[in-house]
């Protein structure tokens, strides 16, 4: 993702395959030509740039292999690639280091750190009509921001408004089916639908949002007659034979159901260490195909039925999350839609 959390590059199974591959990675500004050895390049859009590295595992008996492939995994600098014994002088990572915007309380401070960001990361062109808007706050690429007591009350002011929206946003930015909120299917592209206010919003509830073409993820704060998910309650997700998530399976794709603590959007400590429901477990599947998965704070009575069962809190609401990593079509194009989650009568 380049430094606005907008995807730009992918390099895995749906892309690029299975085999390993040497990707040199370029700034903006590069201009030179690849020496030989690199399977492609890749050009950043912006100086800084996040890589998140996700590997798929079956169980825990994998996890020797993940971390083998893992240990695989290296970034290094070019000339050190051409020449082992080349000497480079890194950045200091105690500048980036020394703090977290998501830790910062100040509305001024935490304005000054994006301006500071802008500077080294200059916005896209297509973005130049939204700095002229803010350029008279103080807001802007190596800008400074008004130094007065009112002008930084207004700033604090406009934050504190900026924040309800994006919660509101939250709840209300992706259309909801069945108790499901369905992103869009230009979700995490520049120029999507909502524009920069859900492409803030999303980064309030994580940072950055994939391709749906690599994977697409459902979020239900309420049951099927939207009534919010309380442990008071237990439930049933349940999947007929044809609306089980569809995905790549020549791709290697997956899905998952995930339990949230609705209050911090934590996962849910249960004293078996189970967090959510896979693709990948030994789920158990009915006569007719369908799979039923049992959300509820005490294990179903059926104890064959352990595989399907998400723990969920003894106490409060809680939030359900359904990924679906490399989906099929109906995934990507945004029209495939969960069951709603039940509350068992």
Same mark, same amino acid.
């Given at each position: 993702?380049? #430094?606005?959390?907008?995807?730009? #590059?992918? +390099?895995?199974?749906?892309?690029?395959?299975?085999?390993?591959?040497?990707?040199?990675?370029?700034?903006?500004?590069?201009?030179?030509? #690849?020496?030989?050895?690199?399977?492609q390049v890749i050009k950043c859009p912006t100086n800084t740039i996040h890589i998140?590295?996700?590997?798929?595992?079956?169980?825990?008996?994998? !996890?020797?292999? &993940?971390?083998?492939? =893992?240990?695989?995994?290296?970034?290094?600098?070019?000339?050190?690639? !051409?020449?082992?014994?080349?000497?480079?002088?890194?950045?200091?990572?105690?500048?980036?280091?020394?703090?977290?915007?998501?830790?910062?309380?100040?509305?001024?401070?935490?304005?000054?750190?994006?301006?500071?960001?802008?500077?080294?990361?200059?916005?896209?062109?297509?973005?130049?009509?939204? %700095?002229?808007?803010?350029?008279?706050?103080?807001?802007?690429?190596?800008?400074? !921001?008004?130094?007065?007591?009112?002008?930084?009350?207004?700033?604090?002011?406009?934050?504190?408004?900026?924040?309800?929206?994006?919660?509101?946003?939250?709840?209300?930015?992706?259309?909801?089916?069945?108790?499901?909120?369905?992103?869009?299917?230009?979700?995490?592209?520049?120029?999507?639908?909502?524009?920069?206010?859900?492409?803030?919003?999303?980064?309030?509830?994580?940072?950055?949002?994939?391709?749906?073409?690599?994977?697409?993820?459902?979020?239900?704060?309420?049951?099927?007659?939207?009534?919010?998910?309380?442990?008071?309650?237990?439930?049933?997700?349940?999947?007929?034979?044809?609306?089980?998530?569809?995905?790549?399976?020549?791709?290697?794709?997956?899905?998952?159901?995930?339990?949230?603590?609705?209050?911090?959007?934590?996962?849910?400590?249960?004293?078996?260490?189970?967090?959510?429901?896979?693709? #990948?477990?030994?789920?158990?599947?009915?006569?007719?195909?369908?799979?039923? &998965?049992?959300? =509820?704070?005490?294990?179903?009575? +059926?104890?064959?039925?352990?595989?399907?069962? !998400?723990?969920?809190?003894?106490?409060?609401?809680?939030? %359900?999350?359904?990924?679906?990593?490399?989906?099929? =079509?109906?995934?990507?194009?945004?029209?495939?839609?969960?069951?709603?989650?039940?509350?068992? =009568?």
């Amino acid at each position: 993702m380049d #430094a606005y959390f907008y995807n730009f #590059a992918y +390099d895995g199974s749906r892309t690029t395959g299975q085999k390993a591959g040497n990707y040199l990675l370029v700034g903006p500004d590069w201009l030179g030509e #690849a020496p030989a050895g690199f399977t492609q390049v890749i050009k950043c859009p912006t100086n800084t740039i996040h890589i998140y590295e996700r590997i798929y595992f079956r169980d825990k008996q994998d !996890l020797p292999a &993940v971390n083998a492939v =893992q240990d695989r995994i290296k970034l290094t600098p070019l000339p050190v690639f !051409l020449d082992p014994h080349a000497k480079v002088e890194m950045p200091d990572p105690s500048v980036y280091m020394s703090f977290d915007p998501a830790q910062v309380k100040s509305p001024i401070q935490v304005l000054r750190i994006a301006n500071q960001h802008m500077g080294a990361n200059p916005p896209p062109p297509q973005d130049q009509t939204m %700095l002229e808007y803010f350029a008279p706050t103080g807001i802007g690429p190596a800008s400074t !921001l008004p130094q007065d007591a009112y002008s930084q009350s207004v700033l604090d002011g406009g934050a504190a408004a900026a924040e309800h929206a994006m919660t509101a946003l939250a709840m209300t930015g992706f259309v909801t089916k069945n108790g499901w909120q369905i992103p869009p299917p230009d979700v995490g592209k520049r120029g999507g639908s909502g524009g920069m206010a859900m492409h803030a919003m999303i980064q309030l509830r994580s940072v950055g949002i994939n391709a749906p073409e690599e994977a697409v993820y459902y979020i239900a704060y309420d049951d099927g007659i939207s009534q919010a998910l309380n442990s008071k309650n237990n439930y049933v997700l349940k999947f007929t034979a044809d609306n089980i998530p569809p995905t790549l399976k020549e791709k290697f794709g997956f899905w998952s159901v995930t339990m949230y603590d609705r209050s911090n959007l934590k996962l849910v400590a249960n004293a078996i260490d189970k967090y959510s429901v896979r693709s #990948a477990d030994d789920l158990v599947y009915g006569s007719d195909g369908s799979l039923t &998965v049992y959300i =509820q704070s005490e294990p179903p009575a +059926d104890h064959k039925m352990l595989a399907n069962w !998400l723990p969920a809190p003894k106490h409060g609401e809680f939030v %359900l999350m359904l990924r679906v990593y490399l989906g099929a =079509q109906s995934v990507v194009a945004g029209t495939y839609v969960p069951p709603p989650v039940k509350p068992v =009568q």
